[in-house]
């Protein structure tokens, strides 16, 4: 069966960083492109970053551009989203979409 496991989340000061993980099975993750999503209490769904099959393209959301970077290691068939700089305005839970399925979501909260 397909299963996607979101993993990573935690809680940060201002400043700090995380590496979130998704860890796919169940299909040939590595043809298909992936792509974090986070949305926070009271707010839309919002694209966070999207990455192809083949890793040779990337897509940030303009509030996360120059701070977040989305890779995958096909061979483990895991996809990953490294957070630095955080700030408050990140606080969220983070959801890897891939082949059409959701990770159960990651809760990351910046504060102090």
């Given at each position: 069966q397909v299963q996607l496991v979101d993993s990573g989340g935690g809680l940060?000061?201002?400043g700090g960083s995380l590496r979130l993980s998704c860890a796919a099975s169940g299909f040939t993750f590595s043809i298909y492109d992936i792509t974090w999503y986070r949305q926070a209490?009271?707010?839309?769904?919002?694209l966070v970053a999207r990455i192809t099959s083949r890793g040779g393209r990337t897509t940030y959301a303009d509030s996360v551009r120059g701070r977040f970077t989305i890779s995958r290691d096909n061979a483990k068939n895991t996809a990953y989203?490294?957070?630095?700089?955080?700030?408050?305005?990140d606080t969220a839970v983070y959801y890897c979409y891939v082949y059409n399925k959701w990770g159960q979501g990651t809760q990351v909260t910046v504060s102090s």
């Amino acid at each position: 069966q397909v299963q996607l496991v979101d993993s990573g989340g935690g809680l940060v000061q201002p400043g700090g960083s995380l590496r979130l993980s998704c860890a796919a099975s169940g299909f040939t993750f590595s043809i298909y492109d992936i792509t974090w999503y986070r949305q926070a209490p009271g707010k839309e769904r919002e694209l966070v970053a999207r990455i192809t099959s083949r890793g040779g393209r990337t897509t940030y959301a303009d509030s996360v551009r120059g701070r977040f970077t989305i890779s995958r290691d096909n061979a483990k068939n895991t996809a990953y989203l490294q957070m630095n700089g955080l700030v408050p305005e990140d606080t969220a839970v983070y959801y890897c979409y891939v082949y059409n399925k959701w990770g159960q979501g990651t809760q990351v909260t910046v504060s102090s």
